[in-house]
Nanobody
Framework: QLHLVESGGGLVQAGGSLRLSCAAS????????LGWFRQAPGKEREFIAS????????SYADSVKGRFTISRDNAKNEVFLQMNRLKPEDTAVYYC????????????????????WGQGTQVTVSS
């Protein structure tokens, strides 16, 4: 079992930055692929970024490529999402997710791949 708790969300103006954190407990994080997803009201959950177990491979949605960066610290059992140049359309609840796997991040872009989810953190970007 893997327990995930997100933090770092909030209200920010367009063009600003936020750094989301996801703390894991229950098992060492180093054998889990991890991802960030978001869901806006009335929309489906959307893939944002993924990272493989070691951090050597990352993948991003086109909508955030060049603005967001996913990273992880396995020693501290945490995964991060650095979000820069935020836009109003980035407003959503952001979730981190985990899967016990050693596969490349390219294969972790679908929500159906993941077995563990956090409760989400709200990010609101004002125009």
């Amino acid at each position: 079992q893997l327990h995930l708790v997100e933090s770092g969300g909030g209200l920010v103006q367009a063009g600003g930055s936020l750094r989301l954190s996801c703390a894991a407990s229950g098992n060492p994080l180093g054998v889990y692929g991890l991802g960030w997803f978001r869901q806006a009201p009335g929309k489906e959950r959307e893939f944002i970024a993924s990272i493989n177990h070691s951090g050597s491979s990352t993948s991003y949605a086109d909508s955030v490529k060049g603005r967001f960066t996913i990273s992880r610290d396995n020693a501290k059992n945490e995964v991060f999402l650095q979000m820069n140049r935020l836009k109003p359309e980035d407003t959503a609840v952001y979730y981190c997710a985990g899967k016990l796997t050693l596969i490349d991040s390219l294969f972790l872009t679908s929500a159906t791949k993941y077995d563990y989810w956090g409760q989400g953190t709200q990010v609101t970007v004002s125009s």
